[in-house]
């Protein structure tokens, strides 16, 4: 693409280039992607492999027993309630019988033989319902005292088992650590070398008719390289990686702006070189060139070549112009030392 190229397929090209970084960026992105699916360490199987089992049974079966226990004190909470109602009336109807009894004594009566065996009978149900209602409450103190000691060796035994968890969750986190570390190893293996070969094909095929090709595939590849390194590597280091970068690029776009300001441009160059030919002058250092005679010729003030063997058809040429007057051909050799040529774009 020149000056030359219609304004259209300028803009066309254009256009695609930046279409085809976008789908390069794209293509990338799927391998990135692949990569960071990597399956990682699972933390269930770090807590699995750092709990003993025996811990884990140990704190299961006392929250087990502790809820049996709390059950059965509930029950017997219940049925403490009913011996205390049983208790209670058996105690209503011996105080009842006990002051029939107590009435009869009043009157000076002898008590009836039923209203005896009914007194005897209510002491001897109350006296049995004391003793169950005091059994009951006898028990829930000591289910209560089992319960407390219980609580105690379940915590113990839960802090055991917390230890332990706490032991694979840190080793968890290492390894997940590890993952990450290899998995940022992959996607820079994959981004750098691609990020080197485009900026190697772009600084080695300058000024090809493919350029805008490879300057896409560079700042894809770019692009990834950048989006890796933000991911994985640590925020602090990050922000020193991304300004270096970012002044190299200025610094290589500044550099080839200044080579390119002091390059004399071909026009004028051309135009001096012919002026000097044509008067008869050293086109270098204009010291006047005697009259030729067919054979190469240098200048006798500065050394530079005026004529010399053309490389395609062995006839004497003017070196410091472009083509050859006898075949035309064209070289790079003309521009002569005001052009070093590690800079004269490669054809
Ligand atoms: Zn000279
Ligand atoms: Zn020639």
């Given amino acids: ?118 007194l005897d009978k209510a002491q001897a149900s109350f006296l049995e319902a ?51 570390f290899k998995v940022a190893a992959f996607k820079m293996l994959v981004v750098v070398p691609l990020f080197l070969g485009a900026a190697f094909l772009t600084a080695r095929r300058k000024g090809s008719m493919f350029g805008p090709i490879h300057r896409a595939l560079l700042v894809a590849t770019f692009w990834w390289v950048g989006v890796v390194m933000f991911e994985h590597f640590p925020k602090e280091y990050f922000k020193y990686i991304a300004i270096g970068a970012a002044t190299l690029i200025v610094l290589a776009f500044l550099v080839r702006s200044l080579r390119n300001a002091a390059k004399p441009q071909d026009e004028v160059l051309l135009r001096r070189r012919r002026e000097a030919y044509q008067a008869g002058r050293c086109p270098e250092c204009a010291y006047p060139i005697p009259q030729e005679t067919g054979q190469p010729m240098a200048c006798a003030s500065c050394g530079s070549d005026l004529f010399e063997q053309c490389g395609s058809c062995d006839a004497v040429r003017h070196a410091l112009l472009p083509n050859c007057r006898s075949c035309g051909t064209a070289t790079q050799r003309w521009r002569g030392t005001e052009s070093t040529p590690s800079l004269a774009p490669n054809s």
């Fill in 130 to 180: 004391s003793s169950a209602f005091e059994e009951a409450n006898q028990r829930i103190a000591e289910l209560q005292e089992q319960i407390h000691l219980a609580r105690v060796e379940a915590a113990i035994a839960e802090r055991a088992l917390q230890g332990e968890q706490a032991r694979g969750d840190s080793e968890y986190r290492k390894a997940y650590a590890a993952h990450r």
């Fill in 1 to 118: 693409m020149n000056e030359n190229t219609p304004r259209g397929l300028r803009w066309t090209i254009r256009g695609l280039s930046v279409l085809l970084l976008f789908l390069f960026i794209w293509l990338e992105g799927f391998i990135v992607g692949d990569i960071d699916r990597m399956e990682g360490p699972s933390a269930r199987a770090f807590t699995e492999a750092t709990v003993e089992p025996e811990t884990r049974e140990r704190a299961q079966s006392l929250q087990v027993s502790i809820s049996s226990l709390e059950r059965e004190i509930a029950r017997l909470e219940e049925l403490k309630a009913n011996r205390i109602e049983t208790r209670d009336s058996a105690n209503a109807t011996l105080n009842q019988f006990k002051s029939q009894y107590q009435f009869a004594i009043e009157r000076n009566e002898q008590p009836s033989e039923a209203l005896t065996a009914a």
